[in-house]
Nanobody
Framework: QVQLVESGGGLVQAGGSLRLSCAAS????????MAWFRQAPGKEREFVAA????????YYSDSVKGRFTVSRYNARNTVYLQMNSLKPEDTAVYYC?????????????????WGQGTQVTVSS
């Protein structure tokens, strides 16, 4: 049974930082590209960042480029999202996702497994 479990969310002031973690189990982690998406109330779930199987290539949405960093530690089956210079508009539930085939993409439909999400709230 595949499980993706996010942690590290919380309440932070604008300009602050948080690091999200996503621990994977039940799959061969190195066979999967990993990504982070987020969903704000009343909005569609949107792509945030992705990293390829080996961790050598990363991809970001324009809205977080330069502020967020995605990384992975394959020996621990974990992917991270370091979020700096947080803004109120970053407030959302953040989800990690895993994709077996192809290359990392920003398309939700390309991902096979999803976590339950972790809430990030940025106050102004």
């Amino acid at each position: 049974q595949v499980q993706l479990v996010e942690s590290g969310g919380g309440l932070v002031q604008a300009g602050g930082s948080l690091r999200l973690s996503c621990a994977a189990s039940g799959l061969t982690f190195t066979n999967y590209h990993m990504a982070w998406f987020r969903q704000a109330p009343g909005k569609e779930r949107e792509f945030v960042a992705a990293i390829n199987r080996s961790g050598t290539m990363t991809y970001y949405s324009d809205s977080v480029k330069g502020r967020f960093t995605v990384s992975r530690y394959n020996a621990r089956n974990t992917v991270y999202l370091q979020m700096n210079s947080l803004k109120p508009e970053d407030t959302a539930v953040y989800y990690c996702a895993a994709a077996r085939v192809g290359i990392p993409t920003p398309q939700k439909a390309d991902y096979d497994y999803w976590g339950q999400g972790t809430q990030v709230t940025v106050s102004s």
